[in-house]
């Protein structure tokens, strides 16, 4: 029987030679992380509207950052004589609203499978939206069997100037 002979490294690459640095996949996971990390910016960026100028508050309190997984964002722009609602980039009616609350709802419990992370529903609308408008907003999450709903407001003096 023949013996197998072992061959060290340093003898296969020559002993003056340095060990190569594979470059091209850590670039190739680099741009992976970088596209993972633009989809979720890109994501966070298509909830809110920014032409909604919301309601000043002077008692508003920060958002207690818990997941997203259980939000819903509604943005309620006003045009000047009516209201446009969206989720998302989504626009909607007050009917359909109702029923993307309802779809949004159901996977969200699907997918928590017993756990108890409550759904929430967080209504971005601007300051000029007539309260029959929000009504509307507050009827389809009660016809979705929605309970906890949070109004965006910003906080006077911290993020406006007073009386703007």
């Given at each position: 029987m023949?013996?197998k002979k072992?061959?060290?490294?340093?003898?296969?690459?020559?002993?003056?030679?340095?060990?190569?640095?594979?470059?091209?996949?850590?670039?190739d996971?680099?741009?992976?992380?970088?596209?993972?990390?633009?989809?979720?910016t890109?994501?966070?960026?298509?909830?809110?509207?920014?032409?909604?100028q919301?309601?000043?508050?002077?008692?508003?309190?920060?958002?207690?950052?818990?997941?997203?997984?259980g939000?819903?964002?509604?943005?309620?722009k006003?045009?000047?004589?009516?209201?446009?609602?969206?989720?998302?980039?989504?626009?909607?009616?007050?009917?359909?609203?109702?029923l993307?609350?309802?779809?949004?709802k159901?996977?969200h419990?699907?997918?928590?499978?017993g756990k108890?992370q409550?759904?929430?529903?967080?209504?971005?609308?601007?300051?000029?939206?007539?309260?029959r408008?929000?009504?509307?907003?507050?009827?389809?999450c009660?016809?979705?069997?929605i309970?906890?709903?949070?109004?965006?407001?910003l906080?006077?003096g911290?993020?406006?100037?007073?009386?703007?």
């Amino acid at each position: 029987m023949a013996k197998k002979k072992k061959v060290s490294i340093l003898a296969y690459m020559g002993e003056d030679e340095d060990p190569e640095f594979q470059i091209a996949p850590m670039i190739d996971i680099l741009l992976v992380l970088l596209i993972f990390f633009m989809s979720i910016t890109s994501k966070e960026v298509m909830l809110r509207d920014r032409e909604i100028q919301l309601a000043t508050a002077t008692k508003a309190e920060k958002k207690k950052k818990e997941t997203d997984s259980g939000e819903v964002v509604v943005n309620v722009k006003w045009t000047g004589f009516n209201s446009t609602y969206a989720v998302g980039e989504q626009q909607c009616s007050a009917y359909e609203l109702t029923l993307i609350l309802e779809q949004k709802k159901k996977l969200h419990e699907q997918a928590q499978r017993g756990k108890k992370q409550p759904f929430r529903v967080i209504v971005r609308a601007d300051r000029e939206v007539q309260w029959r408008f929000l009504q509307d907003v507050l009827k389809a999450c009660a016809s979705a069997e929605i309970n906890n709903i949070t109004y965006a407001v910003l906080q006077e003096g911290v993020y406006t100037k007073k009386g703007t």
